[in-house]
């Protein structure tokens, strides 16, 4: 299947076509280098492109998710959705949709679940990724803890990605965009184009200095 076929299908998620287009592109490059990783599955959405493009360069994508629902999911709340309620349980299940989405699209085998906390898996995690990207939790801690917790894993060379960024505070949440700004104030990371809301940082290949990098230097070198 062509990814462009996804626009005529609707699944439950929340990212704009351009973003989704932008993490195929992603997807598709970073799995020659390496396994690609993303932090939020909920329904399927991104994992539908990120996996096309896994499968079509190679690679495969593993999904996080507690498939519990954020903050902003639960009931009452802003972005709660009554058909995701697990009516034994009365809380939010998204996995059910979420295996049918790679079902539907074939992925089985390209796109791999993994249902837990992003930073309990992190914990135990031992292998280098290619591509992260984070859309799990929004609040500081969460957004927070999802950077520190899986940017060590990314190889030089590998893109961090980081969606829901909004640098003007009356359009959304300020967490990822702070999360953001730390990786870029690190000095390891070039930012590269911003798709909507969807922010792309490369990690340095290795032999290469970033601007921040170099424009800190310059400002103490003797
Ligand atoms: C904004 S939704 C992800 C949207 C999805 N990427 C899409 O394209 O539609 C955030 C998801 O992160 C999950 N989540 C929040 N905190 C988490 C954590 N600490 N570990 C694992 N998953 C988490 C929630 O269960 C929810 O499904």
Redesign the pocket.
């Known amino acids: 299947m062509d990814f462009r076929d996804l626009r005529n299908r609707t699944f439950k998620?929340?990212?704009a076509e351009e973003e989704a287009a932008r993490l195929y592109d992603l997807a598709r490059e970073a799995s020659s280098l390496g396994a690609c990783l993303?932090?939020?599955?909920?329904?399927g959405?991104?994992a539908a492109y990120l996996g096309l493009g896994c499968r079509e360069g190679g690679g495969v994508l593993y999904s996080?998710?507690?498939?519990?629902?954020?903050e902003e999911?639960q009931p009452g709340e802003a972005y709660f959705d009554p058909d995701l309620l697990d009516s034994r349980t009365g809380r939010i299940d998204?996995f059910p949709l979420f295996r049918r989405t790679l079902e539907e699209l074939s992925l089985d085998g390209t796109v791999i679940p993994i249902v837990g906390?992003?930073?309990e898996i992190a914990a135990h995690w031992r292998s280098p990724l290619a591509l992260v990207f984070i859309?799990?939790?929004h609040t500081f801690e969460?957004a927070f803890n999802d950077y520190n917790s899986w940017v060590s894993h990314l190889i030089p060379g590998g893109c961090l990605a980081i969606h829901d960024l909004f640098p003007d505070p009356a359009k959304g949440g300020q967490a990822p965009w702070c999360v953001y700004n730390l990786a870029l104030a690190s000095g390891l990371f070039e930012a590269l184009p911003t798709t909507g809301t969807l922010g792309i940082l490369r990690r340095a290949p290795c032999g290469t200095i970033t601007a921040t990098a170099a424009a800190a230097w310059e400002k103490i070198r003797p």
């Open positions: 998620g929340f990212l993303e932090i939020g599955s909920y329904c959405l991104s996080i998710d507690h498939h519990r629902g954020s999911q998204t906390r992003s930073a859309d799990g939790g969460a």
